[in-house]
């Protein structure tokens, strides 16, 4: 597969993804998944309640959280993404350390390595300007 045609495969998954993730948070998808609740266990008795009539169920919510499991998680990675890009330059364009940008790629040990030295720091400062409003 050439570069261009991955990256046009990429394209139309990501708009994909996010087209059936806007409309699967919508009411009326929650609605049509009730409706087709309602509609199977109403024929349960016209099917006598066969294994069949289970592994319709069975089947068919199988097939849909698998399927959405990959197009929520493709459409949270983009999201996380874009707002780590967006967080990265508001820190490079401000006062604040710009030791917090990448912060996201270090180990959680890292991570609370990091936090651990911000509280400290933080208390400190709130301790000087508590011994400051004092005298």
Known sequence: MTEQ????LEKTFSR?????????????AFA???????????????????????LVINTGTTIVT????????NTQNRDGVAVQAK????????????DFVGLEHLTAAEIGEVLSKRS????????????QSRT
């Not at 009730?34 to 066969?50: A, D, N």
């Not at 698998?66 to 998680?73: P, R, Y």
């Open 32 to 54: 049509l998944c009730l409706l087709s609740l309602v509609v199977w266990g109403i024929s349960g008795p016209v099917m006598h309640y066969s294994e069949t009539w289970q």
């Open 120 to 131: 400290r720091a933080a208390k400190r400062r709130r301790e000087r300007r508590e011994a």
């Open 87 to 98: 967080l990265d330059e508001l820190i490079r364009s401000g006062n604040a350390k710009n």
């Open 16 to 28: 994909l993804a996010g087209s059936v993730a806007r409309a699967c948070g919508r009411p009326w």
């Open 66 to 73: 698998f399927l959405m499991v990959f197009l929520i998680q």
């Open 5 to 8: 045609t991955g990256e046009q």
